[in-house]
């Protein structure tokens, strides 16, 4: 079992548009993009999410470095 061709593309062509008719689909097709579209901008945004989390983390690190290294400096030259 392949992907259908000729003549089986248009016998599911055929049969969609009974079941559905000529008006639902545009509709149907735009639902589904979207659909996709506001996936696509959820997927985005948990990236952004993501990378905003991993940099403030390496902030705080960085942040915690250079206490440490004025703290050890500090008492040093006491």
Do not use: Q
Not at 6 to 24: A, D, N, R, S, Y
């Amino acid at each position: 079992m392949g992907i259908p061709s000729g003549m089986e593309l248009v016998i599911i062509v055929l049969v969609v548009l009974l079941l559905f008719g000529g008006k639902k689909i545009p509709e149907l097709a735009k639902g589904l993009g979207s659909g996709i579209k506001n996936f696509k901008n959820a997927v985005k945004d948990e990236d952004k999410t993501e990378n905003v989390a991993e940099t403030d983390k390496k902030d705080e690190i960085e942040k915690k470095a250079e206490a440490t290294t004025t703290e050890n400096k500090e008492n040093k030259t006491v």
